[in-house]
């Protein structure tokens, strides 16, 4: 009797196995299916998805609620969040039509979310709708400016950059508009509004390009203290080279001249970044830069490029930077070696103050008067240091300034 | 025997009928289950199946197919490799956008792919990505990374075993040691005591890999969720700064009710430090981290969690610590100011009311003006008078000299009065001259 024993055995295991994976599949359905059907939203959406002959048709009403609720928890997992989820969340809003981008951050204030998880999600949606339409986003949800608790208003320069490229015309006269009636009003106590500035800067970014008279009338039309503000802020790093010469004159011709210096010594370090001292000069002859811009341009440029070594500061690069700036600045080159001299002693790896104020007295000497040393002690590094700083300020020749110089280092 | 040969093959027969007939059924469930897997991953739900694999055993042929697989989707990365190291050769940069965001899809879809391999697989592919001459140093490294997160994700411990196999992983094939310190919090989430297990028996012999910051990452994960078994854990680690590690515990909780049961474990840990003075401000440092939160979530919410807490002098502290002024609850800033008065001590108090009201002021002084004029007489309201007059005293003089005007005579009168002359705004020769009858008025010198 043992070959049907065998086979009973055979059909028997064979038989279990092929129902254990019917039965463990079917659970996996049921879960699926429980969870599409949570997915689809309403109760009675609820009945039809848990019936498998009910396919969710793609394009269904989408459930922000529970879509929030997905992005909520993934937020709270943070490093230990599932990164499938992530992905599949990041994919299905990429495939979201601009209908459903909006209905979507049309929704959420009336989803009851928490201020920081409404913000996250309205930040998370913004993105692809501005995409998709940067006009409709800033006509729409302008309003966000003024509304504390949304994310949107982070977002909106963006789309404003975005429209301008396709229609810097329209742009430029709805930005008008909007201010006009008010929508970039400041609450702040210096009156100032952190969006006007950004979407000034954004603006003129544009039409520096596109047409540079309407770049200088938008400027002429932002108050006067705070044209440096919007240039800095939001202009300044899309400059290039075919609107170099436009942003001169821009500078030149709205911002007072006691900012111009500070805006033109942002352009300068980023020349002694690309290029070093030599394009710095260059870019100096190219802006037509005053004694004062020179002044603050060198030092700047200067400090970029010596602080960028990673190492203690060497008599090497002060020899060059003062051999440059003397070229460029001379006014100004004992005031910068002093300068630096002072930050080398702050930075990592820092030069030790006694090196840093001998090389103070070295340069004095050399220049003939005091003012490397004087610049130098007359800096937080000495006051930070006052034993050892008195004992060099009494190598301050002139007596008057050595004796000021004492008295500010009780 | 030939009648037991006949009955083994009848039972053979209707076994084959029935086992075909379930044959059957399990494919068509197979095939529903395939469906409503890609109708949940189009719609962004990912479930944890019972049984995710389609059959119970893979053949020879399956597991080949899945090396082959492997094999495919690493060619296609690493061919994507190259391909992204030429745009990026080729001046490629965050301004040519369109390609950009072409590049984050692919990526995206190549993790999404990767993520559903298996562990072997996975390793396999990692280690075709190691080996390929074709990419640089740099891209390799950065493709390697991408497909270890892959694997970290489900299958932690494989990660880490990449680094202790001899399969010559080092942590500097990475970036940093985030993917060590990740992998021990996904795999401590699920099951604490493996991962500390791992830890204890591989700290000797790697000790560049089982870093502080890798153990603390055991501790995060541990702590999601059972807070008092991850301090618990802080003495077998024997970590160079525990504090540091009972921050990274304290800032999983995040919820009202994660904060509650954090609070509890914590309260408990602390009473094991002998030292009250210690005890005291750990509590204070902590619960600074543990209640960043809880502001933000509104006064109603937070002033109730907090009613519930019953925190001590130095947890209160601790959570003031953490209030600052919310421009998304701008509106509750006065019931705040008005729960400090009222929960601090003067001196604390009087700290934490001037930073909220010279933010608020500096923000929406017309708001934190009309909160003065209905705030209840008494020392909290004094403090905030001064600091909002001391603030507006430089773009409206006349209006902080009538606030402090309201304070009662005295030291602090005095002194603000003479902040509201130091800030006065001297434009012109009339407005200097303003500022000199207002210190005449009011004696400043």
Known sequence: ?410 | MNRSLTLAALILAVGAGLGWHDYQQLAAIRQTRSQLVADAAARGIVVALANPNASPRSTKHQRENRGASAKLIAAEFIAFGREREAFEQAGGSEHDEVMQKQMARRMADLRDRMMALDPAQLTALIAEVRASPELSDQTRKRLVAVSVLALANDHPQAVLALFTDATGFAKDDLSNGYVVSSSLARWAKDDPLAALAWVRQNTASFPDLVTDDAKRGLLSGAAIQDPRLAFKLIGELALKDPSEAIRNIVSTAQTPDERSTMLAALREHLATLSDAGARDAAATANLTSLTSGVGREGFAAASHWLAAANLSPAELAGFAASLNYDPAHSGETGQWLEWLGTTLPTNKADERIHDLVVTWTRSDSQAAGQWLATAPDGPTKNTAVRCYAETIAAYAPQTAAQWALTLPAGTTRDATLKTIYQNWPRRDAAASEAAAAFAAEHGIK
Not at chain 1, 266 to 283: L, M
Not at chain 1, 286 to 309: D, G, H, K, L, Y
């Open chain 1, 1 to 410: 009797m043992l070959p049907p024993a065998v086979a009973l055995l055979v059909v028997g295991t064979w038989l279990g196995l092929q129902r254990r994976a019917i039965s463990t599949t079917e659970q996996d359905c049921a879960t699926l299916r429980d969870h599409l059907a949570a997915d689809s939203g309403a109760n009675s959406a609820t009945a039809k998805a848990a019936n498998p002959n009910n396919k969710i048709k793609a394009g269904a009403p989408i459930n922000w609620q529970l879509l929030a609720g997905r992005f909520d928890e993934m937020q709270r997992a943070g490093a230990t969040a599932d990164m499938r989820v992530v992905l599949r969340f990041q994919q299905r809003l990429q495939a979201l039509t601009r209908e459903e981008l909006i209905a979507g951050l049309d929704a959420i204030p009336a989803l009851g979310l928490s201020t920081d998880s409404r913000s996250m999600l309205e930040q998370t949606l913004i993105g692809p709708l501005i995409e998709k339409d940067p006009e409709y986003v800033l006509r729409h949800f302008i309003d966000a400016l003024q509304d504390d608790a949304s994310g949107l208003k982070w977002h909106l320069a963006t789309a404003l950059r975005d429209w301008a490229r396709q229609a810097p015309g329209e742009a430029d006269a709805w930005l008008d508009e909007q201010i006009a009636a008010g929508k970039f009003d400041s609450k702040t106590l210096d009156g100032k509004s952190q969006f006007r500035t950004q979407f000034e800067g954004v603006m003129l970014g544009i039409l520096l390009t596109a047409d540079p008279a309407a770049a200088g009338r938008r400027l002429a039309a932002a108050p006067q203290d705070q044209r440096a503000d919007i240039i800095n802020n939001n202009l300044i790093n899309s400059v290039t080279a075919e609107t170099q010469a436009a942003f001169t004159k821009l500078v030149r011709d709205q911002v007072p001249a006691a900012d111009r210096p500070g805006i033109f010594a942002i352009q300068a370090a980023q020349c002694a970044v690309q290029g070093g001292y030599s394009k710095v000069s260059e870019y100096l002859a190219q802006i037509e830069a005053t004694p004062a811009e020179r002044s603050m341009c060198v030092e700047r440029a200067a400090s970029i490029r010596i602080f960028a070594n990673n190492r203690p500061v060497t008599s090497e690069d002060l020899d060059t930077l003062r051999t440059w700036a003397g070229t460029q600045a001379p006014d100004a080159s004992d005031r910068v070696t002093g300068n630096i001299l002072a930050t080398a002693t702050q930075m990592t790896p820092a030069l030790a103050f006694n090196a840093a104020a001998e090389l103070a007295v070295h340069y004095s000497q050399a220049s003939g008067n005091d003012d490397v040393l004087a610049t130098f002690l007359d800096t937080w590094t000495a006051r930070n240091n006052k034993d050892q700083a008195r004992v060099f300020a009494e190598k301050i020749a002139d007596e008057s300034r050595r004796e000021e110089i004492l008295k500010r280092l009780k």
